[in-house]
């Protein structure tokens, strides 16, 4: 029984400590032997034109800001149209559509009366498209004027390139609740899945937030799927197309400093991570070098990691006695334990400093758990409420 025991141990930690620290360390040391493909320079009459796609349910509190930031662009008036659905807003979302659609032709606002979630929003107005290349976005990502044409320009600077994304960035942000940690967390899943493009042009995946595609690799997004980004992303490597990463087109969001309000859209990400993992199963084996190993270490171990912390955390006391090594090893995990519930209780107060750091590693490893749960209870809807943002 000892031998099985050690066995469940290892694989445990192993799997554990691959998504977040062997992968991650790999994946960095690699990119810094790859050199970077220098952009390519387009004149005005090169470009290509692009339809700007995203879906909206009562965003009236960001919807102003992010639509100025499209119309100030730098990129040709005549190759830009603006495409966004509303989701059967009942704020004044629709009103702030139709009052710019009058200010400016280039906006065309589709008002859905009933809802129907983001994915089929999506489909409706991607088949509405003849652009080139569509631009997806979200309500509340900001864009700095330079960030279309960067990303344009990295699409044509290799050849076979299907899709590339931008980088997401927190604004200026009060340091509280778990805007820290959420913060940290971004900026190494940038510099993760810009080492992935640089690796193997296949970074993953693709922010829903910001990134552009050709509008032929767009696929059909499937019904009450979350996660359409990521679905996107293993199509377009699914056609042995490539996926770039241009870190300096840059889009700006607002840190979420409620954990309640993001334990909710991280349980809505791992419904979309398990929806993903069965709906690409055969991805693993089909595409298995390199683009197979790099999804099943960065994203599918991480997405069980919580049922290996559960075994992990019930195998290293059954080998108390066996070697101390295993003594110490749950000493530390549930000493990480008891600190990580300290730092949730306390998740709202900055004094709490490192201290979050655990919590929040415990908080994402249960919305994981949820979220798997919900996936095999059936799901009846993906519609969706708006992350609530700069809570006070």
């Given at each position: ?17 691959t998504p977040y620290f062997i992968y991650p360390l790999l994946m960095l040391f690699l990119a810094r032997l790859r050199s970077e493909t220098p952009l390519g320079l387009l004149s ?184 359409e980004d990521f679905f996107v992303t293993l199509h377009v490597l699914s056609r042995k197309a490539r996926i770039l990463w241009e870190p300096m087109a840059r889009v700006w969001e ?139």
């Amino acid at each position: 029984m000892t031998i099985f025991w050690q066995y469940i141990f290892w694989i445990s930690l192993l799997v554990i400590a691959t998504p977040y620290f062997i992968y991650p360390l790999l994946m960095l040391f690699l990119a810094r032997l790859r050199s970077e493909t220098p952009l390519g320079l387009l004149s005005e009459e090169d470009l290509p034109s692009v339809d700007i796609l995203f879906a909206a349910y009562n965003e009236e509190a960001v919807l102003e800001e992010k639509l100025q930031s499209l119309f100030n662009l730098d990129y040709p008036k005549d190759k830009i149209r603006i495409r966004v659905g509303s989701d059967a807003s009942s704020d004044r979302t629709n009103s702030i559509l139709e009052s710019w659609e009058k200010k400016d032709d280039r906006l065309i606002p589709y008002l859905f009366k009933r809802r129907s979630g983001k994915s089929p929003i999506l489909n409706f107005i991607k088949d509405d498209s003849e652009a080139d290349l569509l631009l997806l976005t979200d309500a509340n990502i900001i864009f700095e004027p330079q960030t279309l044409k960067l990303l344009v320009r990295r699409m044509l600077s290799q050849k076979n390139v299907a899709a590339v994304g931008a980088d997401i960035h927190y604004g200026d942000f009060e340091k509280k609740g778990i805007s820290g940690q959420e913060d940290t967390y971004l900026k190494l899943e940038n510099r993760i899945k810009y080492a992935e493009a640089k690796t193997a042009a296949a970074p993953l995946g693709l922010e829903g937030g910001c990134y552009l595609i050709k509008r032929d690799y767009f696929p059909e997004i499937p019904p009450l799927f979350y996660m359409e980004d990521f679905f996107v992303t293993l199509h377009v490597l699914s056609r042995k197309a490539r996926i770039l990463w241009e870190p300096m087109a840059r889009v700006w969001e607002d840190v979420s400093v409620s954990p309640t309000e993001e334990y909710k859209r991280k349980v809505r990400i791992s419904i979309g991570n398990f929806q993903n993992l069965v709906h690409y199963k055969h991805f693993l084996w089909r595409r298995l070098w390199p683009q197979g190993l790099m999804y099943f270490s960065h994203k599918v171990l991480r997405w069980i990691s919580p049922f290996f912390l559960l075994l992990l955390l019930i195998s290293a006391p059954q080998l108390l006695f066996v070697h101390w090594f295993y003594g110490l090893i749950a000493g530390i995990y549930m000493a990480f334990i008891g600190l990580g519930l300290f730092g949730i209780l306390l998740s709202q107060k900055y004094s709490t400093g490192l201290l979050q750091y655990p919590g929040h590693f415990i908080n994402m490893n249960l919305a994981l758990l949820e979220g798997f749960l919900n996936y095999i209870k059936g799901i009846k809807t993906n519609a969706w409420q708006p992350t609530q943002r700069k809570q006070a």
